[in-house]
């Protein structure tokens, strides 16, 4: 049994991009998140009647690799597929195309599907997995798990707002990459280009918390660790690599 893939297009409005003319990693994300939520409409897997059981899909990890970011008008092609699952873990794979079919960033994601009263996590249920049509396995992916700031060459403040909550009444993802660049300095944000990251969410954020991003560069390596926090709770971490803009 082949598993099913789901295509869309988009335009890039000027909205979703960033001082370079890019279209902003989060915003990108964002983006890819929204097609695998098509593909659950089409299947008749939407949110509400997952939402209807007391069930919500949680990502816990992206490993994203960037050839190139789309640019401002640009229209992509966005692709997604569930690749394999086991009883608690599913996994997914996008990739974004530019118009003449070259591949621009691929993501492999991890979800697990959330009881929201209790907030844990679920076995999978047959009637909700088996219309993707995805390969069961019995492993579990090691994925490397990112490190976590030891020396912070910088760190900025920030609180949720109501605004940052989205209708899955979660922190929307733009939010943790912007928290997590937003703590790097713009002359490095404008001479590098991000090619990699590996971000990994730990506990959510919720409305009203103070959150703190933490950064540590490894200027030797261009590498970039990330951390997020809510006083003592580490929420989210990230590893992002970089090459220099020549």
């Known amino acids: 049994m082949s598993t099913k893939k789901f295509s869309e297009d988009h335009r890039v409005v000027y909205y979703e991009t960033d001082v370079t003319g890019s279209l902003g990693i989060g915003r990108l994300v964002d983006l890819m998140m929204l097609s695998s939520e098509d593909q659950s409409d089409k299947l008749g897997i939407t949110n509400e009647k997952v939402g209807e059981r007391g069930l919500g899909w949680v990502v816990t990890q992206h490993i994203i690799n960037i050839k190139r970011l789309p640019k401002v008008d640009e229209i992509i092609t966005l692709s997604t597929q569930a690749k394999s699952y086991n009883r608690f873990f599913c996994y997914r794979d996008f990739a974004v195309y530019d118009q003449a079919g070259n591949e621009l960033v691929t993501m492999h994601s991890v979800f ?132 220099e803009i020549k």
């Open 112 to 243: 697990v599907l959330m009881d929201r009263s209790k907030r844990k996590m679920v076995r999978l249920p047959e009637d909700i997995i088996t219309p993707y049509e995805s390969e069961y396995t019995k492993k579990i992916e090691r994925l490397p798990m990112p490190l976590t700031v030891e020396n912070a060459s910088g760190q900025k403040n920030y609180r949720v707002r109501f605004m940052d909550i989205d209708a899955n009444h979660h922190v929307n993802n733009v939010h943790y990459f912007d928290w997590m660049l937003d703590a790097l300095p713009a002359e490095f944000l404008l001479s590098h280009r991000l090619i990699k990251m590996n971000i990994a969410y730990r506990q959510e954020v919720y409305y009203g918390d103070q959150v703190n991003s933490a950064v540590e560069i490894d200027e030797d390596n261009l590498l970039t660790r990330h951390t997020i926090m809510t006083g003592e709770q580490q929420n989210c971490l990230a590893e992002c690599d970089w090459v």
